[in-house]
């Protein structure tokens, strides 16, 4: 049987992330954003501050994009409490499988915030989830490039980006804001890759182990 993907319905994809002062909800916006372009169905939870019926929307996503401000060098405290709340999840593997990736923000143009992305990519294989990639060479890194590169950080595990400590949310790079489009649109096609993948394998295959 051939497969054209018409049969796939447009995934699924779950933006949650924790900003404290608006510049990190800056780029949730722009992930989002990215993911809806690439014909995904997005929402966005900001986790310190969920809905009745986001958990669900967590549970039922095909992928979910994590992003946290950094602070003190790792993610925020109110991400790390989301974290810890899906610790039954965690045990039941109720997210395996689930397509992930990440995002952060800093004030310092390193700010350490290579450590809050591999925190993500720890929560995310804590889960048994699939990590993306930003998948951008490293901008910025010739004598004729600028600032305004895509990936202008230079970040491979997921999109890294600076603001200003006393900018207001709207002043978030522009580079940034677009390198974090890009990271929404990879992972909504990655997605639907994996969706074709599993529509055209047997519905019984799974990843977790015999027991
Ligand atoms: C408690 C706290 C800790 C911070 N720690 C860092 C840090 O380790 N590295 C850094 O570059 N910036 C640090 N910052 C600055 C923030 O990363 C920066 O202001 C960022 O834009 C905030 O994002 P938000 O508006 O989404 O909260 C810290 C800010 C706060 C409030």
Not at 11 to 37: I, N, Q, R
Not at 61 to 89: K, L, P
Not at 124 to 133: E, G, T
Request: glycine share 10%; proline share 2%.
């Amino acid at each position: 049987m051939i497969h054209n993907g018409s049969h796939v319905a447009a995934p699924s994809v779950a933006v949650a992330y924790h900003s404290g002062f608006g510049h990190t909800a800056t780029l949730a916006e722009a992930v989002a954003a990215g993911a809806t372009d690439a014909g995904a169905h997005v929402t966005m939870i900001s986790v310190d501050n969920m809905a009745d019926g986001h958990w669900d929307v967590l549970d039922g996503a095909d992928a979910i994009i994590f992003g946290s401000a950094t602070y003190m060098g790792n993610v925020s405290a109110a991400f790390q409490a989301f974290a810890e709340q899906t610790g039954r999840r965690c045990m039941n593997g109720t997210w395996r499988d689930k397509v992930a990736a990440g995002f952060t923000n800093s004030g310092g143009k390193s700010g350490d915030k290579l450590n809050t992305l591999m925190s993500l990519a720890v929560f995310a294989a804590q889960h048994h989830m699939h990590w993306v990639s930003l998948g951008l060479s490293a901008g910025w890194n010739t004598s004729t490039s600028t600032e305004d590169d895509l990936n202008r950080l230079g970040f491979f595990l997921g999109a890294g980006a600076q603001t200003n400590v006393d900018a207001n949310p709207d002043q978030v790079h522009p580079s940034d804001v677009r390198t974090c489009r890009h990271l929404g649109h990879r992972v909504a096609l990655v997605t639907r890759q994996f969706n074709l993948g599993r529509a055209a394998s047997s519905p019984a295959a799974s990843s977790a182990p015999a027991r």
